[in-house]
């Protein structure tokens, strides 16, 4: 496997961006708020990104997050992308020191094919880029 990891930039954001990449997850529980605090709900549901949320994925949330100067990372396998990091531009906090991951997404056509260890390689090494 030939992994990099890289900066993406507006300029390289098209419909097609997404087209290979596999938002897929069988999800038992969510995290909702209730009555001011986060509560665990069964809420079995199974996440699956048409190409109609993909191309609005791109368009919108992505070059939200680069036009607030935000950050967008992509890990990529022999330039294919199979992962994805978004963080917001807006900074929060008593001193403006934090700023909020708002997407992280490792395509499924990769998470099923590697193993436990690598897969956390490629989300951390992510991060860390």
Known sequence: MNITYRS??????HDEFLKDFERYQE?????VKVDGEFVLKFNAHIENWSEEKKIQKVNKTF????????????TFENEKLIGFAG????????KKQYIQLTE???SYNIVDGVSEGNYSSIVLNMLKN
């Not at 993406?8 to 954001?13: G, M, V």
């Not at 070059?63 to 992509?74: P, T, V, Y």
């Not at 963080?87 to 008593?94: A, E, N, R």
């Open 87 to 94: 963080c917001g531009g807006l900074k929060f906090g008593s």
């Open 104 to 106: 992280l997404h490792v």
């Open 63 to 74: 070059k939200d997050i680069l036009e607030s100067e935000g950050i967008l990372f992509g």
């Open 27 to 31: 999800v038992k529980n969510d995290w």
């Open 8 to 13: 993406i930039n507006e300029d390289e954001l």
